[in-house]
């Protein structure tokens, strides 16, 4: 027993002796059992309040080894010699803001390519009957998020694209924040949900992933609900979603030059003027349970007069009326068994444009990395002003014709024993069918060799 708790019981004694001192007094042996039951609850309290201390001593040893853990995992290798960095102001020093977390990572995607003629279905680039292509890109991306304990969050993603022809682009450059499994709000150039997967996408060539130069004048068109789903070239994305328990909302808005979905501008044999940008709005509702989810969408132009051409009286003839239908199931049995799941997609879609309709439909299959998929086009052009591509057209009027295409892909995983990178094996081949096809018997087919590595 310390001295500061006999001092304490001490003092606790005289003060209850001479505050009791006008009442009747205390024999020896009651202020003695009195003394000793002050001087136990003394000890007590001494003994949890050392708890307490050792307690505090151990939580900060365990936060400075969980910091000495981060700093050893985060190694900045300093190249610059020793007696060069002495005549710096300040040491060198790597700083971050301390609002968040920050990632940093790469991705690197590049593709070897074969085809029966260059461009596939819908772009039509040259007359060379076969295609030997190398291309790709390296992604550099950067994903900031802050978290409150709330359960508020804010973040920012930016992916510059440096591809193999020596350019510049980018893939996301997104700004958003929400509240954790309850709603969220996404402004800039994203892709939003996807309405149309083809599972392991490796070469389907006619298959655009951005809102720009998906119609190609004179050939097939594949409507994948891709018109109003972003990451353009040409304008920026709203969104806002919400989630539900099992239940999904999502509302996307892209504002864009609406000429930027065809290529080289052409529609119908005409070229297409802008007037406005269009607004494109596509409401989603999903709904998931286990491993099986299905979700239904549309996606729709307001703005009237946006785009079109003027006819031989000088008067504007609108064609940006435009709203698409599609449904998507989905059963993922990855999710419960990595090893022997299977991915099913079943997807549908239908278009009603001016002077034109289009229904797609598809399945694909993926187990054990390897996936087969089949899809299904039936088109309907109303008006066809004319030729506007050379002998590589599929069709050169207005009719009803269909398109077959099949696709297929492997995944050769972990590449040297590394599990980030992987080699991809994919393949399709596609043929037009029906009454305004210009070579009915036409089809084509193509190869790739894709080398895909993450860091």
């Known amino acids: 027993m310390n001295k500061t708790t006999i001092a304490v019981a001490m003092g606790v004694l005289l003060t209850t002796h001479f505050a009791g001192a006008k009442s009747s007094p205390l024999t020896v042996e009651q202020r003695l059992q009195l003394l000793e039951e002050r001087l136990i609850s003394a000890e007590n309290r001494a003994q949890s309040a050392e708890r307490e201390v050792q307690v505090l001593k151990a939580q900060q040893l365990t936060d400075r080894q969980e910091i000495k853990e981060v700093q050893e995992r985060v190694v900045v290798s300093n190249e610059t010699a020793k007696e060069e960095t002495k005549k710096n102001a300040t040491a060198p020093a790597l700083s971050l803001s301390g609002y968040g977390d920050l990632k940093v990572y790469g991705d690197v995607e590049f593709n070897m390519d074969a085809e029966s003629r260059k461009g596939s279905i819908i772009v039509n680039q040259d007359q060379s009957n076969e295609r030997w292509d190398l291309n790709g890109r390296i992604l550099l991306g950067f994903d900031g998020m802050r978290k409150l304990q709330n359960g508020y969050f804010a973040g920012f993603s930016a992916q510059p694209l440096a591809d193999m022809t020596g350019h510049m682009n980018l893939d996301d450059a997104v700004f958003f924040f929400g509240q ?107 709904w998931s349970e286990g491993a099986f989810s299905v979700a239904a969408a549309m996606e729709s132009n307001l703005v009237h007069n946006a785009y079109g051409y003027y006819d031989e009286h000088g008067n504007f003839v609108d064609q940006s009326d435009r709203t698409g239908y599609g449904m998507t199931m989905t059963w993922n049995g990855l999710k419960n068994d990595p090893e022997d799941g299977v991915v099913v997609n079943l997807n549908t879609a239908y278009l009603d444009a001016t002077n034109e309709t289009d229904f797609s439909s598809g399945v694909n299959a993926l187990w054990h990395r390897f996936e087969l998929g089949y899809i299904y086009a039936h088109n309907e052009v109303d008006e066809y002003a004319g030729v506007s591509c050379d002998d590589d057209c599929w069709f050169k009027d207005a009719g009803t014709y269909d398109i077959h295409t099949v696709h297929a892909s492997y995944q050769i995983p972990n590449v040297m024993d590394m599990q980030n990178f992987n080699i991809y094996l994919g393949a399709y081949w596609s043929k037009l069918q029906g009454d305004s096809s210009a070579d009915s018997n036409d089809d084509r087919y193509g190869g790739r060799v894709r080398f895909k590595y993450y860091f």
């Not at 992933?209 to 994948?224: E, F, K, P, R, V």
């Not at 239940?247 to 406005?276: A, C, I, P, V």
Request: glycine share 10%; charged share 25%; net charge negative.
């Open 180 to 286: 954790e499994n309850d709603w969220k709000i996404k402004v800039g150039r994203f892709e939003a949900y996807d309405m149309f997967p083809l599972n392991q996408d490796t070469f389907v060539e006619h298959s655009g992933n951005t809102a720009n130069d998906l119609y190609s004048d004179g050939h097939g068109y594949i409507y994948m609900m891709k018109e109003g789903r972003g990451r353009s070239d040409d304008g920026g994305n709203f969104l806002m979603s919400k989630q539900v328990g099992n239940w999904y909302f999502e509302l996307n808005t892209l504002l864009e030059d609406g000429t930027s979905l065809y290529n080289d501008r052409n529609y119908h044999g005409r070229n297409m003027e802008q007037e406005k940008n269009v607004a494109y709005v596509r409401p989603i509702i999903s």
